[in-house]
């Protein structure tokens, strides 16, 4: 038996790994490979790299991190976890293995929308992140896929950055709360609810053509469906969902004792930066836990 086996080796995990590895407890972090941090060619946003740097780095830069401290990464995917009486079985396609402590760090998968052709602009003008991708298009004009709250949002926040935002609803009827759809129109922002049958350009992305045959000019997609959580392990623990993500208190535990999740897993602003600091709060609290104390707020201390 193991101390703590981490459940996913994106940068939510390896952060938490290093904590409790470097804490002294062994430490297995358990990772099938692939995942949406290793995707990402290029993020400007993360501390420390005002030059950039890859996610295959962040996540590579992570194990090293882990394993310098003891953790030990397999690269196995989890199928089932059980919890057996004060102790947890973690079975995988390979093996099977049991430990103290949990920390679930699954990650998300961004559901793509249905129009031709758009995994080609992925990274050339199609993006699943405003907050990392808006940046890039300042003062140009851009548009958001996407019916609900989650598209309304998106569109709202790219005003931080250009004034030529539409929203598409490829077909579905626009359905966001009342007071963002206000705040929509305030800013002039178009609803175009026909479908869309394509996006097109030559090197980068420079229109959407509708179904009707309209083109309309935009260098940035922003996809906003919503997100698929990795959350089929936790539901065999029986934790509780909010949507596709894992229902966790502010401390990352969980409604099942020493379980703790973080990352894009657990909904949340969803960036490498809030992942990482989620999975090392998740390790901190895993370890006092396993003390048998509870979850230290400096505020309550100090007041
Ligand atoms: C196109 C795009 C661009 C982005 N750009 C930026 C950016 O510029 N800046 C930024 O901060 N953020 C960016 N993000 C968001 C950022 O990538 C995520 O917030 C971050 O990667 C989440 O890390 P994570 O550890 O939660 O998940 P992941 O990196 O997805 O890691 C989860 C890991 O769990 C593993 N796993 C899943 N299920 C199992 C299982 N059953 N058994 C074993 N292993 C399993 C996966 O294989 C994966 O390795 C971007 C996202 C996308 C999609």
């Known amino acids: 038996m193991v101390d703590v086996i ?27 490979g692939g995942g949406t941090t290793r995707g990402v060619d290029y993020m400007e946003n993360f501390y420390g790299f005002p030059d950039g740097i890859s996610g295959e780095e962040i996540v590579a830069r992570g194990e090293a991190h882990a394993t310098k401290f003891g953790a030990e990464i397999r690269r196995e995917e989890v199928v089932r976890v059980a919890d057996d009486d004060g102790h947890f ?19 998300a998968s961004y559901e793509t929308p249905a129009i031709a052709d758009v995994d080609e602009y992925e990274g050339r003008g199609v993006s699943y992140c405003v907050e990392c991708d808006a940046y890039f298009y300042r003062d140009r004009p851009v548009a958001v896929v996407g019916a609900g709250n989650y598209a309304a949002k998106e569109a709202l926040m790219l005003l931080d950055y250009t004034d030529d935002v539409r929203v598409l609803t490829n077909g579905d009827a626009f359905d966001a709360d009342p007071e963002l759809a206000d705040r929509l129109r305030e800013h002039a922002v178009e609803v175009i609810t026909d479908p869309v049958d394509r996006v097109a350009g030559e090197e980068e992305l420079e229109r959407v053509v509708l179904r009707s045959g309209e083109s309309i000019g935009v260098d940035g997609l922003f996809v906003a469906l919503g997100a698929a959580g990795g959350t089929d392990i936790a539901e065999t623990l029986g934790i509780p969902q909010d949507g596709p993500y894992l229902r966790v208190d502010e401390d990352q535990s969980t409604t099942v004792d020493r379980v703790y999740a973080a990352g894009d897993l657990t909904g949340g602003n969803r960036q490498v930066a809030t992942s990482i600091g989620e999975g090392a709060d998740a390790a901190i609290n895993l370890l006092e836990s396993f003390r048998g104390t509870d979850y230290v707020d400096y505020r309550k201390l100090d007041a």
Do not use: H
Request: net charge negative; hydrophobic share 40%.
């Open 89 to 107: 079985v973690v079975e995988t396609t390979d093996d099977e293995y049991e430990a103290r402590g949990l920390v679930l760090a699954t990650g």
């Open 6 to 32: 981490v459940i996913g080796g994106g940068p939510a995990g390896l952060s938490a790994a290093v904590y409790t590895a470097r804490a002294d407890q062994e430490t297995l972090v358990l990772d099938k």
